[in-house]
């Protein structure tokens, strides 16, 4: 399976997250590095609800692709994991380098693209992303990327919006009860100053599978009711009624 759409957004979400979004993004990191328990995504979802993370964490060599703020790998070096992050943007790592020395921990931060991360094959037991490459990357090049970090048996794990809420998603606001897009040939949406990638459930499942995966879970998320907020692209109440947000676990053949 391959892709050769243009690679224009790299940059598009480098400028995004560089000049707009890290300002909005920063102040939320401290509230994500202290927490002592991952919680997922747009509601918060707890890890023993979804159990994101694979059993046996301490001592795997792992990779978040697209890492922000790098709270994530935060949660997997307190569990014992050796993390590596990779970001393109040199705000949102600044971000994670001042949240490493306030909170005391130490790991590796690239600054890079998930797309090409400058490690050799066979280099990681789990990739990991929770709203990074899964959302801001071309999954035609990040996901074999993926496959190439990993070893045999390793784990795949991402967080993205759901396919219905990109079809719902209103150019105006929130997400609607009404479809605002075509599913087939959904891949890349374009929202101005940024772009986002979201696949349909088949054409994921024969991207996964095409590059050695075996996919063992897709959780999609249920909002809470109360939940702690609503948000500019979706509300709770939309979000308990259909999800906007899923989460795949995959695992390389082999």
């Keep these: 399976m391959t892709h050769d759409g243009p690679a224009d957004h790299l940059e598009q979400n480098r400028r995004f997250w560089d000049d707009e979004a890290a300002a909005w993004h920063a102040p939320l990191a401290r509230d994500h590095w202290s927490r002592t328990e991952p919680s ?11 159990t994101v993370l694979p059993d ?23 569990a014992g994991a050796q993390p590596v992050g990779i970001d393109l943007s040199e705000q949102q790592l600044a971000t994670a380098r001042a949240m490493q ?20 094959d066979d280099s990681f037991d789990l990739a990991i992303s929770e709203y990074g490459a899964s959302l801001w990357c071309d999954p ?22 759901s396919p219905l809420f990109a079809l719902c998603a209103s150019p105006e606001g929130a997400a609607s009860t009404r479809l605002f897009r075509e599913q087939f040939g959904l891949t890349r949406l374009e929202w101005g100053n940024h772009v986002q990638f979201i696949l349909p459930h088949g054409e994921m499942l024969r ?48």
């Design 40 to 50: 997922w995504g747009l509601w918060a979802t707890p890890e023993p609800q979804v």
């Design 56 to 78: 046996g964490i301490a001592g795997m060599r792992t990779i978040e692709l697209g890492c922000g703020t790098a709270y994530v790998s935060a949660w997997l070096a307190r």
């Design 101 to 120: 020395e306030e909170f005391g921990l130490d790991f590796p931060l690239v600054l890079g693209n998930a797309e090409k991360v400058p490690y050799e």
């Design 140 to 161: 035609y090049r990040w996901i074999p990327e993926a496959a190439r970090l990993l070893v045999p048996g390793g784990r795949l794990v991402f967080m993205r919006y």
């Design 207 to 254: 991207l996964l599978r095409s590059c050695g995966f075996v996919v063992e879970d897709l959780i999609e998320v249920q909002a809470p009711r109360p939940a702690h907020r609503d948000y500019a692209e979706v509300s709770a109440d939309w979000a308990h009624q259909w999800p906007s947000e899923e989460i795949w676990k995959a695992r390389l053949a082999g």
